[in-house]
């Protein structure tokens, strides 16, 4: 398929702006469609029941089928069970044919002690939708690392499809827009221009730039913790030539102070392409004047580095979150307070494709009990119904049921 169709201009740009990155290529998931098998998994910490069922029921109102594992709420103290059987189950979703996104359920702890457990070859030889922030940051470098795939900094299940207020219609636009087949054509169904650019919506605060500049490269990180923990591993972070992204959320600034000393002093700033700051979500200090300003410290490791830096980026712990394909090629441009994904993260088909049956209608993009907040910006050209009806009627025409009262009232 088309991959990147720049003008010869926008191509020179990115060459001379793009070291070499190491690692493998990059290998893109296909695209989702309505009807598509999604698999439910749980590689950390231990899920809710009521949360997962309200996003089952979301996703299934949308066309997928849900697939949920029987033991799937097991509990091991703060892990989701044994480190084997953890590790089993996210290589029975990637192996499997049918399921074509393997959707954790929830971060918190535990990735990092199945990585030498995965078969990253499997991975890379099936290559389909991985979706998560927080602990699942361990996964997207691992598997960035080692199959090149691009993966999908974005909501987890537990927080967002499966929270009684759902997603914002930010982070709905973005996770729907970087994901969907739909999305990628306009409503006459021709194919649109590769990436797209992040809009923010009115009510959240403007980007800032720390250092100025324009460049682009492959995206890593996430989590700045998990970013850490991975140091001196067979997976840790790559940054040369890329850009990296990190947030955090409930570390003091002296931590995150510590965090980015630790990567500056392994020289992941050293070539780095840009830099992309995050939420740091309760991460100011509780120590009044005895501390640095979590600010201050950005400032002391970002301001004059060379490179692009963006802070305050909608991505992360954080109602507003924005899904990043991990491994896709952005551009930062610091000096527009702009964030640009240069290509599409998903297969779409090959050369000369003609317009596919399900582009006929109007595909459901949309749950159908989520009201957009009106300050909310949707992407450009994201070509995504406001609303759709709900698979799970018939007739097709029927209107979308309401989410159960009595399982609304048990998400807390």
Known sequence: MRRIAFTSAALGFV???????????????????????VQLVAPAGSLERSRVELARTRLTRMGFHVRVPENLFRKRGYLAGDDDVRAEELMAAFRDPTVRAVLPG???????????????????????????????????????????????????????????????????????RALLYRSYFDWAGQLLDEGYTYELPPALPELRALSSGRAAGRLTGGNLSLVCALMGTAFEVQTAGRVLFIEDTNEEPYRIDRYLSQLRLGGKFDRVSAVILGQFTNCESRKGEDSLSLEQVLADYFEGLGVPVIANFPAGHSRFNATLPINALVEVDADARRVRLLENPVQLGEPGQTLPPDLAAPEVGVEPDVVPEPTATAPARAGLPDNGPDPASSPASAPARPIDDDLLRRIP
């Open 106 to 176: 929830a971060g918190g702890y535990g990735t990092t002690r199945l990585l030498d457990l995965l078969d990253y070859e499997a991975i890379r030889q099936n290559p389909k939708v991985l979706l998560g922030y927080s602990d699942i940051t361990g996964l997207h470098l691992a598997i960035q690392r080692k199959t090149g795939l691009v993966t999908f900094h974005g909501p987890v299940v537990s927080h967002g499809l499966g929270s009684r207020e759902n997603l914002t219609g930010f982070s709905r636009d973005y996770l729907w």
């Open 15 to 37: 060459c001379a702006t793009v070291l070499r990155g190491e690692g493998p290529p990059p290998i893109f998931p296909p695209a989702l469609r309505p009807g598509d098998t």
